[in-house]
């Protein structure tokens, strides 16, 4: 397992965490491998570094502002869907990903290193957010979840890592049935 990093806030720590463990002594061919229609754990990792760079991409541009951003209030549904997410853990099953976040299928050791590269990235610019901003200022709108702050940024990425994590350890449980 890779080294943890100790620099990372306790909610993207449990992230690094979830991933390293989720992945552990996979093999490439495990991490290719998918049930039909659905992504592989290398796919995964890409589609988790995508939607950690995005966020970095959109935030370093708040920051390049320099002025705490002008953002519209959540509509009901957003409200409803950053409740599940953010207070319940809970992302709903189904759901499309964003086409900018949708993997294109790079190697099992790239994609490893991407979502640990880039989940540091989104650490450090939630911090620069953080300290710019404040903790409970929006600063970005979320494409399903409407306005959110900083610290409800960190909450989603964390709660949208384990919920693929699980997705991963699903699969791990059914290749270990195929083989046995």
């Known amino acids: 397992m890779a080294e943890q990093n100790s620099s990372l806030s306790p909610l993207l720590q449990r992230a690094l965490h979830s991933i390293e463990s989720s992945t552990a002594q996979m093999t490439d061919e495990e991490m290719i491998w998918h049930p039909q229609g659905k992504w592989s754990s ?42 599940l997410v953010v207070k319940l853990n809970y992302i709903p099953p189904g759901r499309k990903a964003p086409e900018r976040i949708i993997p294109k299928g790079i190697s099992p050791a790239e994609a490893r290193e991407a979502v640990r590269s880039s989940l540091a990235e989104v650490d450090g610019v939630i911090d620069e957010c953080e300290k710019r901003f ?32 699980r997705q991963i350890q699903k699969m791990r449980q059914k290749m270990n049935a195929i083989r046995h």
Do not use: D, Y
Not at 52 to 65: D, W
Not at 140 to 150: A, F, K
């Open 134 to 165: 404040g903790r409970q200022t929006i600063v970005m709108i979320h494409p399903s979840l409407g306005p959110l702050t900083v610290k409800q940024w960190r909450k989603f990425h964390c709660v949208h890592t384990l919920h693929h994590m």
């Open 42 to 83: 290398a796919q995964i990792l890409e589609h988790l570094s995508l939607a950690f760079s995005g966020t970095v991409k959109r935030m370093r541009e708040a920051l390049a502002l320099n002025q705490n951003p002008e953002i519209r209030r959540p509509t009901f549904n957003e409200r409803m869907a950053s409740f």
